[in-house]
């Protein structure tokens, strides 16, 4: 395992036949973080770590440990030029230790200090997941694999938001696992007199943006895979009924953001026909639950009167008193405690916490993982890696949609999708700079 882990994390190396033939290697990895992290409700933890103490969080701080294990331990170097997102990351996580560090150093009341420490700690995790996903899939069917994983994990947690909607019961609080406490409720919220299905997220809107973020990839596979296309179609049915089941304004902003994105490469006639089912899924949607589409409407016509939208436009002056006391470093990156207030901004959020540094480094990652999935879908030349990419591109466009309607960070399923698949646009352009380099 150790010698195959280490071939798909840096440059090849001579690995023994018979460790190849086991399988292990970075999609491998990853699918049980994947597992991890969508299987398990998000509310069990183990309980001395508190909010980092996900089993998917430390997961994620394993992989970072050995992603770096193995790039000490190589001989030869990789291709230059060809992980810029991987480059941004550490950049980003080497900025964020400063914010630490500069947190740590200054006056911070005593119930700031855990939060600080375990938001440290999340972040190492994400950025290991980054890491993994952008060096760890060492060619195209490997990724290829690896992204369908992902598709088929996300409807399975659809799946169970389905079931939770019809049978209005949350069905995962009978869910106990040796170690692991939970620190949430049992029970469904409800809007407009429909439950708001969670699956095993914290929150709805938490369980929309991940579907948000896997929607634009289910659609790709329904269109362009190899095969199992019909299977595919009905995945990303079941993921965009439960999008519109969420009642989530973020969840259908994030999916509408991520379909036009799709739409920008696809021909006239496939664009009619997205219309065409888009329509025919509406109208079944209406007929078996009427009232659904009244409802997901009123999210945007009384989106006035809504106090979270209230709530959200009420704390920008919060932001700038804030924001004046540490424009540069911010206060530290967990610090900003729901006694203040509750943002519902990921943005706002980052930039009181980790001041402009702090965010830049973010923004800086997300366009550069955008630009990567747009860099290799112009050089690959395979249809399906083709419509991959553009599908990376609208999923890290969808997450990065998603930070500015809910704190992200705060939820370890959306930030570690998010984390994912921008690693992914990072890993699929590093295989097309490589065959490209190779032929």
Avoid at 302 to 326: E, K, W
Wanted: charged residues 15%; positive net charge.
């Amino acid at each position: 395992m150790t010698g195959l882990v280490l071939s798909e994390l840096g440059p090849e190396r001579s690995v023994p036949q018979r460790v190849r033939s086991r399988g292990v290697d970075g999609a491998t990895v990853l699918t049980v973080y994947l597992v991890l992290l969508l299987a398990i409700p998000s509310v069990m933890v183990l309980g001395p770590l508190g909010s980092a103490g996900a089993p998917s969080t430390v997961t994620a701080v394993a992989l970072f440990l050995v992603w770096l294990w193995f790039q000490v331990d190589r001989t030869t170097p990789g291709l230059p030029f060809a992980r810029p997102v991987r480059r941004a990351a550490l950049v980003w996580l080497l900025v964020m230790v400063v914010v630490y560090a500069h947190a740590m150093a200054s006056p911070i009341p005593f119930d700031e200090i855990s939060p600080a420490d375990f938001g440290m700690l999340k972040l190492v995790g994400f950025t290991g997941v980054l890491l993994v996903a952008s060096d760890g899939l060492s060619n195209r069917d490997r990724y290829r694999t690896f992204v369908s994983r992902l598709v088929l994990a996300v409807f399975l947690v659809a799946l169970l938001g389905l079931l939770q909607f019809v049978t209005k019961d949350v069905l995962v609080d009978r869910i106990h696992i040796p170690g692991l406490t939970s620190n949430g409720t049992g029970e469904l919220i409800n809007r407009g007199g429909l439950p708001r299905p969670s699956g095993t997220s914290t929150h709805p809107i938490e369980y929309g943006v991940v579907l948000s973020m896997a929607f634009p990839l289910a659609v790709v596979h329904a269109l362009k895979a190899p095969r199992l296309r019909w299977l595919y179609a009905a995945v990303t049915a079941v993921i965009a009924l439960d999008i519109v089941l969420s009642s989530s304004r973020s969840a259908l902003v994030c999916s509408g953001i991520a379909i036009v994105v799709l739409a920008l490469s696809w021909s006239g006639a496939l664009r009619l026909k997205a219309l065409a089912v888009a329509a025919v899924l509406g109208g079944l949607v209406y007929v078996v639950v009427p009232s659904s589409l009244g409802a997901t409407t009123k999210l945007f016509t009384q989106a006035g009167d809504d106090p979270s939208i209230a709530s959200r436009t009420g704390s920008y002056d919060l932001v700038a008193t804030f924001f004046a006391h540490s424009p540069v470093l911010g206060r530290g990156f967990g610090t900003f405690l729901p006694k203040y207030w509750i943002l519902d901004n990921g943005y706002l959020g980052l930039l009181i916490e980790g001041g402009v540094l702090g965010l830049g480094g973010l923004l800086v990652l997300i366009l550069t993982a955008a630009w990567c999935a747009r860099a290799a879908r112009r050089r690959l030349t395979d249809d399906f890696d083709r419509q991959l990419a553009q599908g990376l591109l609208a999923a890290v466009l969808s997450g990065a949609a998603g930070l500015a309607f809910f704190d992200t960070f705060g939820f370890p399923q959306s930030a570690g999708c998010f984390f994912l698949v921008l690693g992914l646009a990072g890993g699929l352009y590093r295989l097309s700079r490589e065959e490209v380099e190779a032929a």
